[in-house]
């Protein structure tokens, strides 16, 4: 037996390794669908950690239909709070709510730990006037979400003016701050290739980082522990995510084919955590694991900074689609995601060890 468990070990990089939360677990709803409701459905959660330990849920409220921005004129964005890792939420706050015939959609976060500033970023279309032609918006906190600053237009910034008729939007969930304090997002442009976007001066201006990244939809970025920028990428069709790795701060990218993060083409979401024990770096990749469908919610688990992924735990193996992780202060992984065939937005807390 010694012997095969050293065989195990040798080979353990190329073995995922899969386990199963209890099926007691509880899922605490956030934004359930009921029927006989003036919202048809709530879709695409965001999730984020402020730096004084209060989590923020946020997500569209879809009124009339759960058609995305370009076929709904009433979407608003509404949040939750909970100060106690999760145990307990706050009444539902609407903080974007735009006269009919103008909506907001797929919210996004940012944290600047430096300001103590949150950042919600938002798509929005004015479906009477200008139908078909998308805003990027943003908004600050300073008080963990308590309050919201009126929401700046920076399309200018971060797009060019030709364009102005192209299908972009920011990717929903979150971007993240560098080590050095550099703010950085991802822009999809269907014609024109992903992009990331970035602040060097907390918030005050953004800007375009003019490389097209392909391929890429939805996306996310996060920093390796060597600086180096990694994005883990939806693709149509793929039936497994596709990675992109920058060395020069996103002037050039490599880009390369995860097979084992098989994916079917949906929103996902990727955390660098600091294990407390050794104090390396580990990364956390959260999607439906699944090549063709939007089931098996799972989380998957790299110790050697992206390269391989060998151990798997699912989350919830019915219908799952977007889903979005945080650190909870106590350590703990905090997921919320999209269950059972949009019927429900639920949250849990994953113990780290688990």
Known sequence: MR???????????????SQTIAEDEIFASLFPTKEQSEVACYRIPALVTSP?????????????????????DDINIVIRTSKDNGKTWSAINKIVDYPIGRSASDPSFIVDTITNTLFLFFNYMDLVNENGIYYLKVMESKDDGLTWSTPKDITKQITKQEWKKDFQFITSGRGIQTKSGRLLHTLVNLQQGLHVFESNDHGKRWQLIDTPILPGDESKIIELSDGTWMINSRVAEAGCRYVHHSTDQGKTWETSIDSTLIDPACNASILSYKDPKTNKEILLFSNAHSPNKRENLSICVS?????????????????????TMTILPDGDIGIFFEKDDYSDNVFIKIPFND
């Open 3 to 17: 012997h095969l468990s050293s065989i195990l070990l040798l080979f353990l990089p190329f073995i995922i390794l």
């Open 52 to 72: 004084n330990g209060v989590l923020i849920a946020a997500i569209d409220e879809r009124v009339p239909n759960c058609n995305d921005l370009r076929a709904n």
């Open 303 to 323: 110790y050697d900074q992206g390269k391989t992924w060998p151990k798997k735990t699912t989350i919830y193996k019915g219908s799952a689609a977007y889903s």
